[in-house]
Structure formats: C-alpha cells, structure tokens
C-alpha cells in the first residue's frame, strides 16, 4: 500500500512562498491523480490543485497563477510551489489519491503540514 507523507509547511509573511513536498513510500504512478488539499480551522477540506502522472495540471480559481504543483520522477516525490501566499491560505495541507477521495474509497488523509501567512 503506498503511503503518503506532507512536509515543507511553516510560517510565512503575506506575499511569501513556501515549497510543499509530497513524499510516497512507493510508485508514485500508482496514483493516477494526485490532489493537493487544504483545510483551515472551522472549515472543510478543499481541493487545491491536481497532477496526473502524465504531468497535466489543474488548479482551483483561488489559486491560479500563485500555485504550481510538479513531480520529480526520480525523488518519486510531487510538489506544490506556493507563491504571493496570502492569510486566507492558512491551512494544514494534505496529498493524497483524488479519483480515490472523489469515490470515498482511499485509507485514510495523512497528518498533513501547516502553512501559517501571518505577518
């Protein structure tokens, strides 16, 4: 079973970056889609973005043209690039199998990472 682990999250001033990383123990193309999500205190966990392992992309609207997420084949690792990051991005972010999470049929949400835009 593959597993999934978050890293990279810290305390960044409005306008900063933050790089996120998204470790798997396995192939990571065993996931045909990989999600990035986002859950802020009080509030549901949403999608951020996704990755196909062909490399395609797609992204909410509130995060287009800030967020980028790619892979690294060899490191068998995805990341998601955060720019011009803004409070209302303060979330714990998590990967995980989208097409898994869209059916309800996945293991379980990781511990996730904490990105904190404060200044």
């Known amino acids: 079973q593959l597993q999934l682990v978050e890293s990279g999250g810290g305390l960044v001033q409005p306008g900063g970056s933050l790089r996120l ?12 889609v990989m999600g990035w999500y ?36 060899a490191k068998n690792t995805v990341y998601l690039q955060m720019n011009s990051l803004k409070p209302e ?14 059916s309800g049929r996945f293991g379980s949400w990781g511990q996730g990472t904490q990105v904190t835009v404060s200044s």
């Open 21 to 32: 990383s998204c470790a798997a123990s396995g192939s990571i193309f065993s996931i045909y």
């Open 38 to 73: 986002r859950q802020a205190p009080g509030k549901q966990r949403e999608l951020v973005g996704t990755i196909t392992r062909g490399g395609r992309t797609n992204y909410e609207d509130f995060v287009k043209g800030r967020f980028t997420i790619s892979r690294d084949n």
């Open 89 to 102: 991005d303060t979330a714990v972010y998590y990967c995980n199998d989208h097409m898994a999470t869209l």
